[in-house]
C-alpha cells in the first residue's frame, strides 16, 4: 500500500495589511480552495478502509472525487462497490455520504476507469457528520457486495475548509 | 464563509510504491476546482543513471473525461534526458501553457514507462508532487 496527501499550503506572508486584491495578485487562495489527496496503489477487491488525512483545525468536508487509473467498475445491484466517505473521531465512525455503483435507479454510477472522475457532487453530504474537530480523521470505506470488478489503485481527493 | 489565504499555491502530493518494471500511472488528485498547474516533481527513493539504452519517461498528464494531454515530459535520456538523484527533486519539465490549465474534475496523473534495453534497472517509492493554483 502506499499513500500520500497533499493540498496543503506555502505560506508566504505578503507584507503589510494583505487584502484580496494583493493576495490574488501573489496567486492566493481561498480556505475553500484546500484540499487533500492520496493514492492507493492496492487493488480493491474486498471491501477496504482508506485514511486519507488528519483534520489539523476544525472544519467542513465539502466534496469528494476519486478516479482510478485503469479498469472500473460496472454498473449492478447485484454486484457493487459502496463507498463512504467517512469521519473517525476517537475511532468511532460516521458516515459523511456514500455512494455506490449500483445501478442509475438505485442512485448509482459506473466508475469509468481511466482516470475519469467519480464524484459525489450529487450526493447529500451529513453536515453534522462533515463537520470536522481539530483530530477528526477523514477517509474511505470501500464495500464490496457481490463481486464487482475490483477498484485498481484508486486516487481519492476530498475538499474541506477550516471553520 | 471562506477566509482568504496568505498562499502562493497549493499542492497535491502523492507516492506510489509499485516498481516500474514496464510501466505505471499514478492519479495525483482529482481537480475540485478550475486553475492551472504551477510545477511538478518526482522524487526517487533510488538514483536513476541516465542512459540511451535504458530509460524512464516520465509525463504529467491531464485527463479531462477520457481525453488525455500532456502538460510535461522528461526522461532520463543521456541525450535530452537528466539522470535522477536519491530524494532530490526533479522537475518533470517545462509546461505546456495550454495543458496546464485545468478544470474542475479534471484528473492529473503521472505516467512513468520504462523503455528497455541491457540493463535491469528498475525504481518504486516515488513521490509525485504537482503544484496547482485556483483561479
Known sequence: ?163 | MSRLLLAEELFASVMDHRQVSTGIVSAVCVMPWSGEITSAWLVSQIAIAASDAEYFTIALERWRYGSQAVVATRTTQATGGAAIAARVPWSIGALNAANRVVQKDDVIAVRVTRTLGSTVATFSANAFTVGVRPD
Open chain 1, 1 to 163: 500500500m502506499s499513500l500520500g496527501g497533499g493540498g496543503l499550503s506555502l505560506m508566504r506572508p505578503l507584507g503589510g495589511e494583505a487584502t484580496p486584491e494583493s493576495i490574488a495578485a501573489a496567486g492566493g487562495a481561498l480556505t475553500e480552495d484546500l484540499f487533500a489527496s492520496a493514492l492507493d496503489s492496492r487493488a480493491y477487491s474486498a471491501t477496504t478502509t482508506m485514511v486519507l488525512f488528519v483534520a489539523e483545525a476544525a472544519g467542513l468536508v465539502t466534496s469528494a472525487a476519486l478516479a482510478t487509473s485503469s479498469g472500473g467498475v460496472a454498473q449492478s445491484d447485484a454486484s457493487y462497490w459502496s463507498i463512504a466517505l467517512t469521519r473517525w473521531r476517537a475511532g468511532v465512525a460516521t458516515t459523511i455520504a456514500t455512494k455506490t455503483t449500483r445501478t442509475t435507479a438505485s442512485g448509482g454510477e459506473a466508475i469509468a476507469g481511466g482516470l475519469q472522475p467519480w464524484t459525489f457532487d450529487a450526493v447529500v453530504f451529513d453536515e453534522a457528520a462533515a463537520t470536522l474537530a481539530e483530530g477528526d480523521v477523514v477517509g474511505f470505506v470501500a464495500t464490496r457486495v457481490g463481486t464487482p470488478s475490483n477498484i485498481n489503485q484508486p486516487n481519492f481527493t476530498v475538499r474541506f475548509e477550516p471553520t
